[in-house]
């Protein structure tokens, strides 16, 4: 018998989600072929399973329009999230790839 395994969690460095439409941006690819995961919410719960839909990118070519949904409100500009990355991986540089994580979140 074929055992499934576990969608893979998705942290957060700051656990604030939106109702609705989200965006995570990750440094590399490691999320980039995956199409479900599970969140890690600020209360320490793990959610359901949520349909993932990544796009790979180089950070050099985001607009602040791409960050509209970005679930950290510190992150929905190109400036801010910069800063952020920098900030979690000394050394980022904005020539980097990174993925970026689209799910609906709803907390019922």
């Known amino acids: 018998m074929h055992q499934l395994q576990n ?11 939106n109702r609705g439409r989200n965006t995570s941006v990750r440094r590399g690819r490691k999320w980039q072929p995956v199409s479900e995961a ?36 510190a992150c929905r500009t190109v400036a801010g999230l910069l800063a952020v990355l920098q900030h979690l991986y000394p050394g980022f540089r ?15």
């Open 7 to 17: 969608p893979p969690v998705l942290c957060f460095s700051t656990p604030v989600l």
């Open 38 to 73: 599970r969140l890690l919410l600020a209360d320490g719960r793990v959610s359901a399973p949520v349909v993932l839909h990544t796009e790979l990118r180089l950070f050099s070519t985001l607009t602040d329009a791409d960050l509209r949904y970005e679930h950290d409100p």
């Open 94 to 108: 904005t020539d980097e790839e990174i993925t970026l994580c689209h799910f609906s979140f709803n907390d019922d």
